[in-house]
């Protein structure tokens, strides 16, 4: 198993602001991704972090509102830029294992726009 | 394009039933499905991973079943507890390079003592 960090777990921005989220990863991972979950809602894929190449982004999700880091292979960041309150979820990392199949989630930050 | 729906979106048993867990999907051509445990204010905890070429998986307690031909899976909890309660998610894996997940909208369980 994998296991996933994220900074910081929680946070409330004004509208206009704009977050870093960070995701740490206790081993080297190939691909990262990005999931937003609203409430009430399920998770919906973001986009995937690939090391040493751009992001590769799901319909409705654009680089500009959600730009993505990949520095290495066990951290990533997600900005949300120019929040608005419907910005407002949970946002998840998620890797998967070795078998590549079944996949892992961190904790989750929970951001409130105001 | 792929669509999980999971019935009910609320169940409520008391301490000791054997439950179902339904997930239903629209697209047969799946890699896997996976059922997904999420607490409050935490993140997912896998579950149960079926292949696509397998019928059932278990682990303790539970027995996650599949059956692509109808595009069902089910979630088998066995003499449920209190600790059992939690939002279930079911997704399905297609093909290609990230095997992307789609999740379902997810199954609250409530157990009581």
């Known amino acids: 198993s994998a296991v996933i960090s994220q900074k910081p777990s929680r946070d409330i921005c004004q509208r206009g602001t704009s977050l870093t989220i960070q995701c740490q990863v206790d081993?080297?991972?190939?691909?990262m991704f990005w999931y937003r979950q609203q409430p009430g809602q399920s998770l919906t894929l973001i986009a995937t972090?690939?090391?040493?190449?751009?992001?590769?982004?799901e319909s409705g999700f654009v680089i500009d509102k959600f730009p993505i880091s990949r520095p290495n292979l066990t951290f990533s960041t997600l900005t949300v830029s120019n929040m608005s309150p419907e910005d407002s979820s949970i946002y998840l990392c998620s890797v998967k294992g070795r078998n590549q199949e079944t996949q892992y989630f961190g904790p989750g930050t929970r951001l409130l726009v105001l | 394009k792929q669509e999980v729906t999971q019935i009910p979106a609320a169940l409520s048993v008391p301490e000791g039933e054997n439950l179902v867990l339904n997930c239903s999907f629209t697209?047969?051509?799946?890699?896997?499905l996976q059922w997904f445990r999420q607490d409050p204010g935490k993140g997912l905890t896998s579950l149960l991973l079926i292949q696509s070429s397998q019928r059932e998986q278990t682990s303790g307690r539970l027995n996650a079943s599949l059956d692509k031909s109808s595009g069902r899976s089910t979630l088998y909890i066995a003499a449920s507890q209190p600790g059992d309660s939690a939002t279930y998610l079911c997704?399905?894996?297609?093909?290609?390079?990230?095997?992307?997940?789609?999740f379902g909208t997810g199954t609250l369980l409530a157990v009581q003592p």
């Open positions: 697209d047969s051509a799946i890699y896997n």
């Open positions: 972090a690939n090391q040493g190449s751009e992001a590769t982004y």
């Open positions: 081993s080297q991972v190939t691909m």
């Open positions: 997704a399905a894996a297609g093909g290609g390079a990230t095997n992307k997940l789609i």
